[in-house]
């Protein structure tokens, strides 16, 4: 009798420990079209770069260095799994003085259930974020259904280059990645705020704000330090099929620079309109930072009337579907910034209201133009 018992024990265990077993599944091995939030697929199969590799000869050297970071990028996959594994390697520095890791190297995971309600999952990580960064989201319950499951997306790190990745769910669970839509995107030209600092998850991005709550396709193709209207960089914009391009690059074009903002805008929008006839939306500067300082004042609101100045020219020459989001309606307080100079989560959330409210009148209809 011992025996048997013992023998059901072991059987029971055995069970139990292949119950438990993970399966792992890389992301690029699924497909070409397994990346979202990026153009160019069918020339980036191998990593989680946003710019093709043939802008590296043309884009300056610092935007082609930041367009390896994954910012606005994300995998999509269905699964039933009560829980989910990531681990993936960075190559950069995991936190920067102003932004948490969890945004700087972070992931994030958003489901959608059969009726299309959105709910975020939180998630257990890797303290230690060391060699191989590990996330586990558990106890995922499927109140639409286990057997239909979620679809889930998962938003990638805004501030560093991913080198490889795998997702795992228990192994008698479905998991089934989900290729890019056909859909036009909107196309974000910016800064490092576009980029995502200072996001406390990535998730939490304005750009990534803006996808999940519009359900369009967003490409973010925010350079820290280096929105600087190049002429190198509309020309590969202009190769994007866009729903709409977002041009949002004065907090990196004032001061010294706001003497060029004049010619390179109506240099680069000249370029966009040689390949479409996409809406443009012109932003200005949201100078939060500078309510302490005249002097910030001065300098950014120049960099508005420069842009506003552009924006009246391109109208009398007759240039079409040209919009405009002031600094006025971005609507950003004092309790927006982290140091100064970036948004906290409440700016990010006050920027993609703003976007959002403009896109609409912009975009009045869901789907394809």
């Known amino acids: 009798m011992k025996k048997v018992l013992f023998g059901c024990l072991l059987a029971a265990i055995y069970v139990h420990l292949a119950s438990a077993q993970t399966k792992w599944m890389n992301p690029l091995e699924q497909g070409d079209n397994m990346v979202h939030g990026r153009w160019w697929n069918n020339e980036l199969k191998d990593g989680y770069h946003r710019l093709t590799p043939r802008a590296e000869s043309k884009v300056r050297s610092a ?121 036009q995107p909107i196309v974000v030209y910016g800064t490092s705020i576009a980029q995502g600092a200072c996001a406390s998850r990535t998730g939490m991005a304005w750009t990534n704000i803006v996808h999940r709550d519009s359900g369009y396709p967003v490409i973010n193709l925010g350079f820290s330090g280096n929105g600087q209207l190049d002429e190198e960089t509309f020309r590969f914009l202009a190769e994007i099929d866009a729903r709409l391009f977002i041009i949002d690059c004065l907090p990196n074009m004032s001061t010294e620079r706001t003497e060029l903002i004049y010619d390179r805008l109506l240099k680069g929008v000249a370029i966009l309109r040689e390949k479409s006839q996409a809406p443009i939306l012109l932003v200005e500067h949201d100078y939060a930072n500078g309510a302490s300082s005249q002097q910030n004042i001065d300098w950014y609101t120049g960099s508005n009337r420069e842009q506003q100045r552009a924006y009246k020219t391109m109208k009398e020459q007759g240039i079409k579907h040209l919009y405009y989001l002031s600094h006025d309606e971005l609507g950003f307080t004092q309790d927006s910034m982290v140091e100064g100079l970036h948004t906290n989560d409440l700016g990010m959330r006050q920027y993609a209201d703003a976007y959002l409210k403009k896109i609409k009148k912009i975009l009045p209809k869901k789907g394809r133009r």
């Not at 972070?106 to 257990?124: E, F, H, I, M, P």
């Open 63 to 183: 935007v082609w260095r930041l367009s390896k970071q994954s910012a606005g990028l994300s995998v999509c996959f269905h699964t039933n799994a009560p829980s989910v594994k990531v681990r993936y390697k960075v190559t950069g520095g995991l936190n920067m003085f102003h932004m948490p890791t969890t945004g700087v190297s972070g992931v994030d995971l958003y489901a959608t259930d059969a009726n299309g309600k959105q709910r975020w999952c939180a998630s257990k990580f890797n303290l230690s974020f060391k060699d191989t960064i590990n996330y586990e989201f558990k106890d995922l319950t499927y109140f639409t259904g286990e057997e239909r499951g979620y679809d889930f997306e998962l938003f990638l790190p805004l501030y560093n280059e991913v080198t490889w990745m795998e997702i795992g769910v228990p192994e008698d669970r479905e998991l089934r990645f989900i290729p890019c839509s056909s859909e």
